[in-house]
């Protein structure tokens, strides 16, 4: 069966250009130009990926996207923006896009980022190892996280994490102490196909610290300057009265 992308462009000749690639690539393609009818659509209906542009009338791409994943849709959403502004797409990264393409675009990147967003969301690829029985839970300091579950708690808090926040996080905490360079969490967060740049990787690590920070005298994430990144756990202190 093929897979059903939903393309909400707002553009006639670029949203035909696109349509028609993705269907001679073997998608279903529903297109939509206008924000608040793109929004309700991907919101009532189940699409494979939504390509979202972020300029649109009615409503914008950025309040689709926030919307969206607000409102629990996991669908995974790639970005189109004619604006080369990092500001647009690290708050499009922030809101959940799982990634982004900057206007304008060649056929051969289009298929490709979009190729490789659905591989990685729909189980096509591995990006870790079944969790173990011992693995159920892991716990350093007042973090816990429960691989199962994408579920994490500091302290006696819970802490909502976006799907790639919670893998770059799980990835950090199965090696403590010890430095993921950004390459490392690239490969097994985003797949060896990503066409992305290491940005991605920083985006989602200074979201993770912001979460972090209900208790960061626990735990943390250092960076290490032109490396990559690793997670901190506070040694416990030592119970004075066991002395005793």
Sequence with gaps: ?????????????????ISYNLS??????????????GYERARKEAF???????????????????????SGVKTPI???TAKNAEEDIVLGLKLGADDYITKPFGVSEMLARVGAVIRRTSGEETE????????????LGALTIYPDKYEVTLGQQSINLRPKEFEVLLYLAR?????????????AVWGFDYIGGQRTVDVHVSSLRKKL????????????????YKLVVAQAKADSRSSL
């Excluded at 001679?24 to 009818?37: A, F, I, K, R």
């Excluded at 190892?129 to 716990?139: G, L, N, R």
């Excluded at 090696?175 to 490969?187: E, I, Y």
């Design 1 to 17: 069966m093929a897979r059903k992308l939903l393309v909400i462009e707002d553009e006639p000749t670029l949203s035909r250009l």
């Design 24 to 37: 001679q690539d073997g998608y279903e393609v529903v297109l939509e130009e206008h924000g608040t009818g």
């Design 48 to 70: 494979d990926l939504i390509l979202l542009d972020l300029m649109l009338p009615g409503m914008s791409g950025i309040e689709i996207l926030e919307k969206l994943r607000t």
């Design 78 to 80: 790639v970005i189109l």
């Design 128 to 139: 870790y190892a079944a969790p173990t029985a011992s693995e159920s839970k892991i716990s």
């Design 175 to 187: 090696k403590p102490g010890v430095v993921m360079t950004r390459d490392d969490l690239m490969n």
């Design 213 to 228: 920070e209900l208790d960061p005298g626990s735990v943390h994430i250092d960076s290490i300057r032109g490396v990559g």
